[in-house]
């Protein structure tokens, strides 16, 4: 299998690159090359407009005998979109530009053609002066002339202008600066009330956070249970002292909070007149009816005496 790529080729022992004929080809060959419309132009036949950008498949040949400082000068040929008609332009290496030949106009020339008679103007007038010095003279009495014509026409002009004013130039710039002024000292208080007023609202939300914090603070702080009521003294049965002790020396029961708010349940308190303790049976003596004789009785009251 051959390769696809052949990077080597056989040259046999008897090869003589003296015996394989040159490739003759003519100096004015074209080659097809695809290329952009270098400016605007108009076709000749058909009026169409062939705007700058547009792509065509283009031949390309070299100008014959046409050199610029040994550069070539190519030539290309393409065809109008809408009547097929032939155009041809060549480059311009002279002005870095492109020059339209036969077949179309070039859009928007006035412009350069104008620039490029004024360089020819000045162009000649400068050979001109360095071969004869009494043109220089000339050439600068005619622009100092003209220089003055010109500034007199204009002073003239400023003149009618001012007659035919009616507008205060100088009341309106006046005016102008009293308003920008005014505007600026607007602004200027402006700033200032926006700056107090957050100010205020800045005092008034550090105020309510302190506010809020010493509300918090009092809150979380516990409350000490009062122990001191009136109705200690009825749940207690002897008096006590600051220490604690009891008058007898015994230390003195500790009391519940319960029972302090409640009260006992043998108590008059709360929960006193809902407990009712069930009465013991009462026992009534009953009569003796029976007969005892008279020396028992005597000595029962005896026996009572005692």
């Keep these: 299998m051959s390769e696809r790529k052949v990077l080597n080729k056989y040259y046999p022992p008897d090869f003589d690159p003296a015996k394989i004929p040159k490739l003759k080809l003519p100096k004015d060959r074209q080659y097809v090359v695809r290329l952009m419309a270098p400016f605007n132009m108009r076709c000749k036949t058909c009026g169409e407009y062939i705007y700058k950008g547009k792509k065509f ?29 032939e155009i041809t332009f060549k480059t311009d290496p002279e002005n ?41 003279l000339e050439n600068r009495t005619r622009d100092s002339k003209m220089e003055m014509e010109v500034l007199e026409n204009l002073q003239e002009l400023k003149e009618l202008n001012q007659r035919q004013a ?46 809020s914090d010493s509300d918090q603070e009092s809150s979380s702080r516990p409350k000490k249970p009062s122990t001191d ?28 909070s319960w029972e302090r708010s409640v009260g006992g349940m043998g108590g008059g308190g709360a929960l006193g007149s809902l407990v009712v303790r069930k009465k013991p049976a009462t026992s009534v003596p009953k009569p003796d009816t029976t007969v005892t004789p008279a020396g028992s009785n005597t000595q029962t009251g005896e026996l009572w005496r005692l």
């Design 57 to 85: 498949n283009a031949r390309k040949e070299t100008v014959m005998n046409e050199l610029y400082m040994g550069l070539p000068i190519f030539r290309f040929y393409i065809k109008c979109t809408r009547c097929l008609a």
């Design 96 to 136: 870095t530009d492109y020059a339209m030949e036969h077949g179309a106009t070039r859009n928007f020339q006035a412009e350069k053609l104008l620039e490029e008679e004024e360089k020819k103007i000045t162009k000649d007038r400068e050979e001109e002066e360095l071969n004869n010095p009494m043109k220089v």
């Design 166 to 211: 009616s507008v205060d130039f100088e009341g309106m710039l006046g005016t102008y600066k009293e308003l920008e002024q005014r505007t600026k000292e607007q602004e200027k208080e402006e700033d200032e009330r926006e700056t107090r007023e957050m100010l205020e609202r800045a005092l008034v939300k550090r105020l309510r956070d302190s506010d």
């Design 229 to 256: 009521r009136p109705t200690d003294i009825l749940t207690t049965d002897r008096l006590t002292d600051p220490q604690g002790l009891s008058v007898g020396g015994v230390k003195k029961a500790k009391v519940e």
